[in-house]
Structures are given as C-alpha cells and as structure tokens.
C-alpha cells in the first residue's frame, strides 16, 4: 500500500534505517556551509538544488508512477516549505544565536503530531508523546550546551515559524510520497526550491559569482551528498514509515553535527551535549516502538 506500515507491523526497518541514515548524513551540511563562504544564503540554496537538479532527474528517469497532478502540486509545495524554513532560520541567526535558532526548529515534529491528530485523524500512542518529549528534552539539553538563551523575541519567533515551515515541509513531502516515486518527488521539491531561492536571491541582490575554488567544491559537495544522497535515502524512507515517525527520525541531523564536528573538525563534545544527544536518540527509538494505533492518511 505505497510503503504504508499498520500499527500491528510497525515501520518498516528498512524505511526507518534510511531515514536516519538520510538525516544523519545532513550533518555534513553545516560544514559545507561554512566552507561555501562568501556565498550567501539563498545563493548557497540555488546552487545546492542547481548541482543536484540533474542527478535526481536522472535517477527519477523511468521510475514515475501513474499519479494525479495534486501529488506533484504536495512536492512543490514541499519545496516552497523547504525554502521558507531555511530563509527564515538563517534570518533568525542574524537577530539570535545559531544555538536558539536550531534548537527552536526542534520543535517541528510537535507540528507534525498535532496536525496528524487533528486533521489527518491519526490516534497516536502515550508511548509517541513521551518519545517526542524525551526527544525534545534532548533538544533543549543540547541547545543549552551550546548557549542557548532567550533573546529579544524576533530571531526567537522566527525560529519557531522555521520549525513551523519544516513541519508543513515534512508533511507535504509524506503526503507526495503516497503517489510519486522517491526521485520524482525529490525532482519537483529540488525543483521548485532552486527556482525561489534563485528568485529571492536575486530580489535581495545576492552575489551568485566570484567565489573561491574552496566555496565551488562546498557547493558541490551540498547539492551531490546532501542534497541527492541523503534527501534520497530521506524521502525513500518517507514513503516507508508513518509521517510523524519520519518527523522524528530528522532529528537525528543534530546529533550527527557534534558526531562529525568532533571527528572531523576537532570540536570538543561536552558531557551535557553527549547527554543531550542520548535523549535524542532515545525519544526517537520510543517513537519507533510506538505505531499509530490505527492506519492514517499521513502514512507515506
């Protein structure tokens, strides 16, 4: 049935594993934006959907489905909802700390549960809620770690409309995922994110030329890693898990950042953030022991 798992089966192990991989491996993307500096933004943004465009289109060559032009209408608007939450998160590093601003978008699988149960008719276990908790609480702890403090509220709401657009994201894409194959779904959000954010960088006056060799080879490296291998493996895994699973299993991204920032860059890790990053872990492990008690329309 299109991937969906029922609350007997449970997810799918193979979806939930490449999901957390996917999620896991958009560790690297903090790195490469560093590296892709003087590049802003939304010209990162173009750029990393502009190299990807056509790995996906190949891979999404001969693997379409017979759907109807809505599921390709939920990938667009997967796309759009991709570019609000990074064009907003970004503008919130600019008015609070990088720590607020992550850990306030955090918040996007509440977003999703709440609009599961409330619209999509999804009847989710204690045993959900206390795993989303304890995820959260992981959240907050490793926020805490790394500065995080109440600022003068802007970068804070921001943040928070951020986690807003990425849970309205993670929906459109478990919604498109009902119809389209992985790659032709990644097709149309990889699409329509390069389209606004080349339009946005331009409307801001964005420079999208005079880069060093360093900052092309980051880029790159975003939109074939990132942006193909790891949204693949996230948005196959979609297609095989419940949504708010799916929700769940992106919070992973944190946790490999301090994973790979200390193997790969040296950072110090912090009993607090090892501490933080284990009650990540395991509020996502609870959630995956923990079924819809009934099928839902959410359901990749």
């Given at each position: 049935?299109?991937?969906?798992?029922?609350?007997?089966?449970?997810?799918?192990?193979?979806?939930?594993?490449?999901?957390?991989?996917?999620?896991?491996?958009?560790?690297?993307?903090?790195?490469?934006?560093?590296?892709?500096?003087p590049a802003g933004p939304l010209a990162v943004g173009f750029y990393r959907m502009a190299f990807a465009l056509p790995f996906v289109a190949w891979l999404a060559k001969g693997t379409s489905r017979p759907a109807t032009g809505s599921a390709r209408l939920w990938a667009v608007l997967a796309?759009?909802?991709?570019?609000?939450?990074?064009?907003m998160w970004h503008t919130a590093l600019h008015l609070t700390s990088a720590a607020n601003a992550t850990l306030l978008v955090t918040l996007a699988?509440?977003?999703?549960?709440?609009?599961?149960?409330?619209?999509?008719?999804?009847?989710l276990r204690k045993r959900f809620w206390a795993g989303v908790l304890l995820a959260l609480a992981g959240a907050?702890?490793?926020?805490?770690?790394?500065?995080?403090?109440?600022?003068?509220?802007?970068?804070?709401?921001?943040?928070?409309l951020a986690s807003l657009a990425y849970g309205a994201f993670t929906?459109?894409?478990?919604?498109?995922?009902?119809?389209?194959?992985a790659p032709e779904a990644l097709f149309w959000v990889i699409l329509s994110s390069m389209l606004l954010f080349g339009g946005l960088g331009w409307a801001q006056g964005e420079t999208f030329?005079?880069?060093?060799?360093?900052?092309?080879?980051?880029?790159?490296?975003?939109?074939?890693?990132?942006?193909?291998?790891?949204?693949?493996?996230?948005?196959?895994?979609?297609?095989?898990?419940?949504?708010?699973?799916?929700?769940?299993?992106?919070?992973?991204?944190?946790?490999?950042?301090?994973?790979?920032?200390?193997?790969?860059?040296?950072?110090?890790?912090?009993?607090?953030?090892?501490?933080?990053?284990?009650?990540?872990?395991?509020?996502i492990a609870l959630c995956a022991f923990a079924p819809p008690a009934s099928k839902t329309p959410g359901c990749g």
């Open positions: 049935m299109k991937g969906a798992t029922s609350a007997r089966e449970g997810p799918d192990a193979r979806g939930l594993t490449a999901l957390i991989l996917g999620a896991s491996l958009l560790g690297f993307a903090a790195m490469l934006v560093r590296w892709a500096t796309g759009a909802c991709f570019v609000g939450d990074l064009w699988p509440i977003w999703v549960a709440v609009v599961s149960v409330l619209w999509m008719g999804a009847r907050l702890v490793l926020g805490l770690a790394k500065g995080a403090r109440w600022g003068t509220g802007l970068g804070e709401l921001l943040g928070a929906l459109a894409l478990g919604r498109a995922r009902q119809d389209l194959s030329s005079g880069y060093p060799a360093r900052a092309w080879w980051a880029l790159l490296a975003l939109g074939i890693f990132v942006q193909v291998v790891a949204w693949w493996l996230i948005t196959w895994g979609m297609g095989h898990v419940p949504t708010n699973l799916g929700a769940m299993g992106l919070m992973t991204q944190p946790v490999a950042t301090i994973i790979l920032g200390w193997v790969l860059l040296s950072e110090s890790v912090r009993p607090l953030q090892g501490l933080g990053a284990l009650l990540v872990l395991a509020g």
